[in-house]
């Protein structure tokens, strides 16, 4: 049964892992730059530190009632890098320099239908916005990404102090938007923080799910991005 809703006149995304991805992948870029400031570890041993870290920041999160700001996603990313490369010298170096790739468009890629269907989307009337857990660098990337330029409202984390699934983070993003949140869609690839997060704040909601990762009704699960349309 293809997916069973009407969008209203307000459609917003996630970002990472639904509009863009790393390329090459987080994992692959630590352990090049690792490498680089005298790290020995190789590229499988750095991907499960990478996803243990990131786990860890994760959970400190929500142990903080989701409270954040760009004090804490700075502190977020060191932790990480620290926790990854026990063996370099200068760990503070390597940070910096990962900190820096990953604010650059060059380090990411449009999801593949991100462009047609934005494009699509804003031509038949729709308002568009990226509301995402990320940092103040999602501004230029944004501005950079000619994928995203039809994109209309910008709500990142960092800068309304809370991160999904935070019910204060999507009224937030109502907040800017000016509307009700019946009258926004969020699409997002995460189950938790995306679809579970915006139905429980009153949105509605349709989760980005390609492989069919998570155990929800078809009617509220798009393979890729034209599924909207």
């Not at 750095?46 to 994760?58: D, G, I, L, P, T």
């Not at 047609?116 to 230029?140: W, Y």
Request: net charge negative.
């Amino acid at each position: 049964m293809p997916p069973q809703f009407s969008l209203p006149p307000l459609v917003f995304f996630d970002a990472v892992g639904t509009l863009i991805h790393p390329e090459p992948p987080a994992p692959v870029v630590y352990a090049a730059v690792g490498r680089r400031f005298g790290s020995r570890l190789d590229e499988t041993t750095v991907s499960f530190r990478f996803r243990a870290a990131f786990r860890r920041q994760e959970e400190a999160d929500h142990a903080g009632n989701l409270r954040t700001d760009e004090g804490r996603e700075v502190a977020r990313w060191r932790a990480i890098v620290r926790e990854v490369f026990d063996d370099i010298p200068d760990a503070e170096r390597c940070f910096q320099e990962l900190y820096a790739h990953f604010a650059s468009a060059v380090a990411w890629r449009g999801e593949s239908e991100a462009a047609e269907v934005l494009a699509a989307l804003a031509a038949r009337g729709f308002l568009l916005g990226i509301a995402s857990n990320f940092d103040h660098r999602l501004r230029g990337l944004v501005e950079k990404m000619p994928a995203l330029r039809p994109v209309q409202h910008l709500v990142i984390s960092s800068e309304i102090g809370w991160r999904k699934p935070a019910p204060e983070f999507f009224a937030a993003m109502c907040r800017q938007a000016a509307s009700p949140p019946e009258q926004i869609l969020y699409v997002g690839d995460d189950l938790a923080n995306d679809y579970v997060g915006a139905k429980a704040s009153g949105l509605q909601a349709v989760l980005l799910d390609p492989k069919q990762s998570y155990a929800v009704s078809e009617e509220v699960r798009i393979k890729s991005l034209s599924g909207l349309l």
